[in-house]
Every structure is written in structure tokens, then in C-alpha cells.
């Protein structure tokens, strides 16, 4: 398993998510007590998103050495130095307009200036990996990424951090709570112009190979429990760790129907776990994990 978490610039802030019950945008150090908790549960892997207090039309407190991000990897490096610690590599939750890369002005359909966002990307996952990321997780859709951070970490010496691409991101209604989590709602149109179309398979085939010569050392699919079928092709076509990601409103769904007693949450959690693990993924990233974690 690997726990996302939202850390948000601050002291002492541990601020619930209303969507994501059980979830909190946390400041640095209550951000390290969680992940010892969830140490002490057996998760041994977090995936990092972070709020920034301001935005601008490039995302620049993305690439900022002294950025949110970078200072909660090297807090939960030095405190509980045995986490692996995957950094999120998108720039909507820092960008003004909330999409995830710089964009071309006009238009009412976003229009991401692709390789002006791949030279953001670069100096993104080298201050990443600067702090302390064992795995640095581009998000983004952009065409290069793998490539332009692969070159970017070796070129500093950064040869031994892990790049898992999401490789197969299909555009979903199924991240609405996370726009509340990470507060990287778009501010106009939505991600369908470089997020994947539900309709088609065999993109993500495409993708998830281009990733993988790009230099990717594992790939994900998200979301996870609609796209079971992309899981299992992509295990058995390519001989790599999958990783499936069990995204915000997947979770939000079953805590809602638990909270209304229409269910058992933490019975449902385990058995949707359950079939992601069977349809191939190696890691699941979930909001589940320590609940899930509690009963195993
Ligand atoms: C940023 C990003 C998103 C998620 C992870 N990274 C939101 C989006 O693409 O709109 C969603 C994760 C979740 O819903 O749990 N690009």
C-alpha cells in the first residue's frame, strides 16, 4: 500500500477534508506523525501532494527548494529515514488557473503549452529529489515527462531515484474530492485535452509504452476500480511494477455509503483491494490503506 497525503505550509494545522472522511490536510510535523503511524500499521510508502499558500500562472512553488514539498520530504526523511517517499509531480494544485502545466493564453479550452511545462518538470523533480524523494511521480499528462526528468535527475547525479510514471491517467469524475483535498480544481474547462478518454483501451497500451522507453521504472493506472481491465493488460502485456491508484471519490463512495449504514466500509475497502490486487497491480495507492491495513 501507499498512503497519499495532503501537506499543507503552516503549524499545527490538521484540517479535515470533508469529502475524504478521515483525511486531513496536515502541516509538516503532524504530517510526520502519520506517516509513523502508518509505519507502525505496515505502510511503509507515502505519496506526497502539497497545498501551497500562494499560486501563480506557473506553478512556481512547485520548483521552490523551500516549497512545501521539499520541506516535508526531508522532515520525513531525517525522522523516519526507512519511508519511501513518492513525490506527486503535477502543477495544478500550485497553478492560478489549476491546470497542470503552464498554459497558452485565449481559448476556452485549456490549451498546456507542452514543452514549455517539461523545462517546469525538470527543475521540479530535481528539487524533489534535492530534498530527499526516493520516487518522483509525474501526474501530469505531458508529453516527454519521463524522458525530461529521467535526464534531469542523472544530469545531477540522481541516478538511484525511481520515476513511476502515471502513465495511463484517464480524464474521471472520480477525482472530485481531491479537487477539494489539494484545491486544484480548473479554474476554466476541465482535463480532457491531455487526460485519457474512458472509452478507449488501447491508449493506455500506447502510453504505458512510451513511459516505459521514456525510461519509467514502474507505471500506474488511475483511477483503479473502472479501469480493472487497463490493470490486468498492462500486467500481462509489459514486464514492469504496476501500480494502481484507488482514487478520492472511489473512496468517497464507499465511506458515504458506510457512514449511512448502507454498508460495511471497511469490508467493502478490503474486497475492492482485493480485486485490484487480482487484476495485477503490484502497489495500490489508497486512502484506504490504514483502515484496510487495521484488518489484515
Ligand atoms: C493531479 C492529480 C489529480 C489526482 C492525482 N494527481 C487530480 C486530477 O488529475 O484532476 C487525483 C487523485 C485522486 O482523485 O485521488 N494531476
Request: proline fraction near 5%; hydrophobic fraction near 40%; charged fraction near 25%.
Given at each position: 500500500?501507499?498512503?497519499?497525503?495532503?501537506?499543507?505550509?503552516?503549524?499545527?494545522?490538521k484540517k479535515n477534508i470533508l469529502s475524504m472522511p478521515g483525511h486531513f490536510q496536515m502541516s509538516v510535523v503532524n504530517a510526520v506523525k502519520e506517516v509513523r503511524e502508518a509505519k507502525r500499521l505496515g505502510i511503509g510508502s507515502v505519496l506526497l501532494f502539497g497545498v501551497p499558500d500562494s499560486k501563480d500562472e506557473?506553478?512556481?512553488?512547485?520548483?521552490?527548494?523551500?516549497?512545501?514539498?521539499?520541506?516535508?520530504?526531508?522532515?520525513?526523511?531525517?525522522?523516519?529515514?526507512?519511508?519511501v517517499v513518492i513525490?506527486?509531480?503535477c502543477f495544478c494544485e500550485y497553478t492560478s488557473h489549476g491546470h497542470c502545466g503552464a498554459v497558452r493564453k485565449g481559448g476556452s479550452e485549456p490549451n498546456i503549452d507542452n514543452d514549455a511545462t517539461l523545462d517546469l518538470i525538470a527543475k521540479t523533480a530535481l528539487v524533489q529529489a534535492q530534498a530527499g524523494a526516493d520516487i518522483i511521480a509525474p501526474s501530469g499528462m505531458v508529453d516527454g515527462m519521463v524522458r525530461t526528468i529521467?535526464?534531469?535527475?542523472?544530469?545531477?547525479?540522481?541516478?538511484?531515484?525511481?520515476?513511476?510514471?502515471?502513465?495511463?491517467?484517464?480524464?474521471?469524475?472520480?477525482?472530485?474530492?481531491?479537487?477539494?483535498?489539494a484545491e486544484g480544481a480548473p479554474q476554466f474547462g476541465d482535463r480532457r485535452t491531455y487526460q485519457m478518454d474512458s472509452a478507449n483501451g488501447a491508449e493506455a497500451l500506447r502510453e504505458v509504452s512510451v513511459d516505459i522507453n521514456e525510461g519509467a521504472d514502474m507505471v500506474m493506472v488511475k483511477p483503479a476500480l473502472?479501469?480493472?481491465?487497463?490493470?490486468?493488460?498492462?500486467?500481462?502485456?509489459?514486464n514492469i511494477p504496476v501500480a494502481a491508484y484507488n482514487v478520492s471519490g472511489e473512496y468517497a463512495m464507499v465511506r458515504a455509503a458506510g457512514a449511512q449504514g448502507w454498508l460495511d466500509a471497511d469490508k467493502a475497502a478490503l474486497e475492492i483491494l482485493l480485486s485490484i490486487k487480482r487484476a495485477g497491480a503490484d502497489l495500490i495507492i489508497t486512502y484506504h490503506a490504514k483502515d484496510v491495513a487495521k484488518q489484515l
Open positions: 500500500f501507499v498512503l497519499p497525503l495532503f501537506i499543507r505550509s503552516g503549524r499545527g494545522v506557473l506553478g512556481s512553488e512547485a520548483f521552490n527548494p523551500q516549497g512545501v514539498i521539499q520541506v516535508a520530504v526531508s522532515e520525513i526523511k531525517q525522522r523516519v529515514p526507512e519511508t513525490t506527486d509531480l529521467r535526464q534531469s535527475l542523472d544530469a545531477n547525479g540522481f541516478t538511484d531515484r525511481l520515476i513511476l510514471s502515471y502513465a495511463a491517467k484517464y480524464a474521471s469524475s472520480f477525482y472530485a474530492p481531491f479537487r477539494e483535498a473502472s479501469y480493472l481491465d487497463i490493470i490486468y493488460r498492462v500486467k500481462r502485456r509489459f
